[in-house]
């Protein structure tokens, strides 16, 4: 009779822990220039490698490289450095402003300025963003006020959202920025159903859709796959693979021994791996699935490789889960030490003009951070009027809601 | 029953509650080309229950269609619809299975107009049939309403007849508020007074199987005194309304019985305006009882018709058990429990479900 050994759990660990290093080498990276480009129209089933290699563009020495890189304009280049550079002062200030006590919690996206800033640079006006709370560069790459967005972080007076939503839950309509909510993933499957509604309406205009590695764990995510396949929906459907959700290495939302992007390959979408810090890979990767969407070629999905530099958020500690030094480690490297050395290389940008722009958005970020706290910060309790708490729960306010505002006496 | 103008001037047909849903849908698809309806079954096959019957022939494919078997996809995709600017009607096969669509309700077709200041809204309209009485068993007849009702951001409606149901959900369609369109399936075919050994009269045969071809609504937020009356008031909705009504004639009690129609927001004034008048309050549903929507009920009236009340308000619901298969009409709220528990409020029979201590000693 055979012997049966006792069954044992698999419970995935990452390899590097507070005091030991992590092993990279579970990556499946690839050299820049290495991965093919596959033509617009191709079909899902003949994305099968693409989702299991890493589009690269920048090599080690900054230069473009291989089928991926295509002619932009150093212009454009120069806008997505500014971008990025703007994104993270903007985050190291706002950082020190929770500190501060100014407002009550903070999410930096440190080390992935360069997804969303791309993206959105090859987006068209008229798109629209399903973002995750990591995306404030989609925001900031199209230069919306920063006096905006930090008045919704210190819920003041002249927050849009009137002191409804947690800090960095931002709204920007007119920007292309759907209402983030804490609920994850829930954005995912939402974005498919803006693309299809622009389908149904015969328009031109395309949904990008934007979830992390921890939240494709979530059911909305492969929801939003199979909506998405079903109807070919014009959707990109990003997943961001930071390696970390909260304290949870990426193996055990599922990534141990395969790829986000295979998800897609394996719903019959059109998938990508790429490297999630290379801005030209980023831009490049996202032109060929705007281009798939916008022509009626359906969804794309692409995992983009990448880290989260930073803590999760303000209330995150990460020397209690992983080692200090980790980004440091991480082959990617860093997304705008990448694309700056590339454009010095080109001779579009020079260390004279990196530290100018840092010096000059520094000082673009206090002039807003002023003025945004000159109407007010959590601190001092100036936010919109308290009867508005009663506002647009429903579209017109019942009288239940009358009452009880009545009853709050304001 | 609230007649508007426009209903009275058209001419009317004969439906069943099936044909007025299929009706309001269609009068909406012709009137706005932001209404697209999707769901399991509903489009080429015309739903399990025949709602949306021949919408896709005469509309197409990409206003009626069908769905994966995904209900947080389904209403996912509704919200992000919404948000471009649609206005979807999307059914859910039994209000039993919208659980999986639960954090695409709460968290975001009910909230998504609020968190953003108004800069995106879910017009959505759910549809789903609801309620028991037909051996559907653990998941074919549930009443979910009170997990919609306890919701901010949500509107939750429930019909009891073709007339209705049709003004109603033209009314939720339009409405810019995610709208919980509850259908008793008991109803579908025909009123049911909970009678289950007589045969059951079709709507053809009723007078509120009479409805207009037309666009006409019936305002959210409005009740409807369905039968009048002076010694007690009845609060209910649904298929409870026809247990109500016949529960009034056999116990011979003169019972005012008011169809909520919209559960929530509710109109507060015509129920009010009937307890004081009567003094006396029964609340009836065929939702499990603790936490259920009768609680509120039962709240409102305790606090806007204290003094008026001449003795205790009764609830009659589902029993405190999933719904069962084989004693389904021991678990159905009867027009015999109906009757007594009318008959208690009026003082004319002696115990109380309230449980006192001794009924709490007996049921140890």
Redesign the interface.
Known sequence: MRQNIPLRLHVPEPSGRPGHATDFSYLRLAAAGAARKPPVDTSAIDTTDMAYTLVRVLDDDGNATGPWAQAIAPELLRKGLQSMIKTRIFDARMLIAQRQKKMSFYMQSLGEEAIGTAQVMALSKGDMCFPSYRQQNLLIAQDVPLFDMMCQLFSNDRDRLKGRQLPVMYSVRDAGFFSISGNLATQFVQAVGWAMASAIKGDTKIASAWIGDGATAAADFQTALTFAHVYQAPVILNVINNQWAISSFQALAGGESTTFAARGVGSGIASLRVDGNDFLAVYAASQWAVERARGNLGPTLIEWVTYRAGPHSTSDDPSKYRPADDWARFPLGDPIDRLKRHLIGIGAWSEEEQHSTQKAYEAEVIAAQKQAESHGTLATGQTSSVASMFEDVYKDMPWHLRRQRQQLGV | MNMDDTSLKQKTTPMTMIQALRSAMDVMLERDDNV?IFGQDVGYFGGVFRCTEGLQAKYGR??VFDA?I?E??IV??????G????RPVVEIQFADYFY?AT??IV??AA???????????APLTIRMPCGGGIYGGQTHSQSPEALFTHV??L?TVMPSNPYDAKGLLIAAIE???PVIFLEPKRLYNGPFDGHHDQPVVPWSKHPLGNVPDGYYTVPL?SASVFRAGAELTVLTYGTMVFVADVAAAESGIDAEIIDLRSLW?LD?DTIVASVKKTGRCVVLHEATQTSGFGAELTALIQEHCFYHLEAPIERIAGWDTPYPHAHEWAYFPSPKRVGEAYRRVMGTMQGSHAGDGAATREAR
């Open positions: 697209v990409s206003r994966p995904s947080g996809g996912g995709a509704a919200v992000g619809m948000a471009y600017g649609l999986p954090d695409q968290s975001e909230r998504l107009r609020y968190r953003s200041a108004g800069e995106f809204i901010s951001g509107r409405c810019d508020d937020e927001p507060l």
